[in-house]
């Protein structure tokens, strides 16, 4: 009984801030042409009993750079990750898409993580709905994975529209009253030094 009327409880509170869910709707929203949810919507969508985890784009934030290549960093080519880095100059954030989930690590100079990271997930978000997962024998899914974490031209495109629909986005969540300079972000520890 206790946890019922707690659940009902929280229902009606109306949170303005994101959390990695409340972020997830959002941008998922934005990313397939869609209006931006409301506060009041946004809160009535939100599963509050799924961890963050459960939630569409699928993000690890803070990874170290094995975590988000899956493998040995000494097992890429020097040039594969010259590349990936360079891609990611102007964020405070390398992603990793691989397996429909995004690996996020996080610069030691990122200034303004709060924004580093809902634009990572809104790269995510595009990711995962400009991607197909296929039902393919395990070795050509492990050759597809290795090709899909290393497809500059897969990120770039991602980067691109994030580049040219993050503002509108922005414009958007505020003008429906959303704050997103404060968050609630589940981060791992780990910083990279480029």
Avoid at 10 to 19: I, K, P
Avoid at 38 to 55: D, G, R, T, V, Y
Avoid at 71 to 98: K, S
Avoid at 119 to 147: C, E, F, G, M, Y
Wanted: include cysteine.
């Amino acid at each position: 009984m206790h946890v019922a009327a707690r659940y009902l409880a929280l229902r009606q509170l109306r949170f303005r801030y994101l959390n990695q869910k409340r972020a997830g709707l959002l941008v998922r929203a934005h990313v397939r042409g869609r209006a931006v949810p409301s506060i009041a919507a946004c809160n009535q969508m939100e599963p509050l009993l799924l961890p963050a985890s459960a939630m569409q784009p699928a993000i690890t934030f803070g990874c170290s750079l094995e975590q988000a290549w899956g493998c040995d960093v000494a097992q890429l080519q020097p040039q594969q990750l010259a590349d990936w880095v360079q891609l990611y100059e102007q964020q405070g954030y390398l992603l990793v898409w691989r397996e429909g989930h995004a690996y996020v690590v996080i610069k030691q100079d990122c200034k303004q993580l709060q924004q580093a990271l809902l634009r990572a997930i809104w790269q995510a978000a595009w990711l995962d709905s400009n991607t197909v997962a296929t039902q393919q024998p395990l070795q050509q899914q492990q050759q597809r994975q290795q090709q899909q974490c290393s497809n500059t031209a897969l990120l770039k495109s991602s980067l691109d529209a994030l580049d040219g629909q993050f503002g509108e986005f922005l414009q958007e969540a505020h003008g429906l009253g959303w704050n997103t300079d404060v968050g609630v972000f589940r981060v791992g520890k780990t910083r990279v030094v480029l």
